[in-house]
Nanobody
Framework: VQLQASGGGAVQPGGSLRLICTASTERFAVNTIGWYRQAPGKRRQLVAVITHGGSTNYGESVKDRFTVSRDNARNTIYLQMNNLKPEDTAMYYC??????????????WGKGTLLTVSS
C-alpha cells in the first residue's frame, strides 16, 4: 500500500486548509485511513481517522475544527482543517491499514506533509 499525501503549507491563525491522502493498493481495500501529526519535540498524536464504512475518530484538540471525509471510489480521504491555531503546526502523516483501527495507527505510512500556522 502506498499513501500519497498533499495539501500542506503555511497559513495564518484562523485560516483553513485541506489535506488529501490517496491510498494505492493492488490487492485489498484499505479499511482505515487517517492522519497523525508530530510536532518537534512532541509525541505523535492522532488527528483523525475514517474507515471504509464511515466511522471516524478525532483527536481531542481538533474536534469541532477538523472534519475528515472519504471517497471510497477514489481511495482518497480529505481532512478539512478550519480555525487553525499555531499549535496545529506539525508534520502530518497519512496512515492506513486493512483493519478497523480507530485508536491505533495502522501499518502503512505515507511521507509527511508540513503544516505551519503562523502570523
Amino acid at each position: 500500500v502506498q499513501l500519497q499525501a498533499s495539501g500542506g503549507g503555511a497559513v495564518q491563525p484562523g485560516g483553513s486548509l485541506r489535506l488529501i491522502c490517496t491510498a494505492s493498493t493492488e490487492r485489498f481495500a484499505v479499511n482505515t485511513i487517517g492522519w497523525y501529526r508530530q510536532a518537534p519535540g512532541k509525541r505523535r498524536q492522532l488527528v483523525a481517522v475514517i474507515t471504509h464504512g464511515g466511522s471516524t475518530n478525532y483527536g481531542e484538540s481538533v474536534k469541532d475544527r477538523f472534519t475528515v471525509s472519504r471517497d471510497n471510489a477514489r481511495n482518497t480521504i480529505y481532512l478539512q482543517m478550519n480555525n487553525l491555531k499555531p499549535e496545529d503546526t506539525a508534520m502530518y502523516y497519512c496512515n492506513g491499514d486493512y483493519g478497523y483501527l480507530l485508536n491505533t495507527p495502522g501499518q502503512f505510512w505515507g511521507k509527511g506533509t508540513l503544516l505551519t500556522v503562523s502570523s
